[in-house]
């Protein structure tokens, strides 16, 4: 039996060759982009939230020891912000149990951007008044995390973590 049709092939056939070479192409270029794809990755973003992750590991227990002393203390921290010229200037205002300023203390300003360590920006506060300490900054509009650190003689006594939205 012989079928009556007018199709004719044109062109190479197909071979297990040229499939072999087309597959290969797929994905020799699939694994280029990976691997550029993870370079850049690692490259842009290491992947470290500390500095000395394992030093701050071994440490955890004096840390919990020092949220108990700093709950203990009762002190309330409150920020406001302000634009000065290009800067952002942020004023924490530090009472104690009784709703009395807490002076006397040297205060440092921590602001931490969520998507990138390398926006971190590390300010020394000078006082104002009685429990009123201000430090600015140029910081780039969005959200932020600030850390302030209320120190002693040498001795971190109160840290605070509070939220900044910057315009």
């Known amino acids: 039996m012989t079928e009556d ?4 092939p044109a ?3 197909l071979t297990g060759r040229s499939v072999l070479l087309m597959l290969m192409a797929f994905f020799g ?3 280029a982009v990976n691997v550029y794809m993870a370079r850049e990755a690692v490259a842009t973003h290491p992947g470290l939230d500390q500095r000395n992750p394992y030093d701050e590991g071994v440490a955890y227990n004096k840390e919990i020891a020092a949220a108990r002393a700093q709950d203990a203390l009762g002190w309330s921290v409150d920020l406001t912000r302000a634009r000065k010229g ?3 200037e942020v004023t924490a205002s530090v009472k104690d149990k009784a709703g ?3 002076s006397g203390l040297q205060a440092s300003l921590h602001f931490v951007h969520p998507s990138s360590s390398r926006l971190d920006k590390e300010v020394a506060a000078g006082v104002i008044a009685d429990g009123l300490y201000a430090g600015a900054a140029d910081l780039t509009p969005g959200h932020w995390l600030v850390e302030i650190a209320f120190t002693r003689d040498g001795e971190t006594i109160f840290r605070s973590k509070n939220t900044l939205n910057v315009e």
């Not at 049709?5 to 004719?8: A, F, I, L, P, V």
């Open 100 to 102: 009395q300023p807490v």
């Open 11 to 13: 062109g190479r056939p």
């Open 86 to 88: 290009a800067a952002t």
């Open 5 to 8: 049709s007018d199709y004719q």
């Open 29 to 31: 270029v699939m694994l």
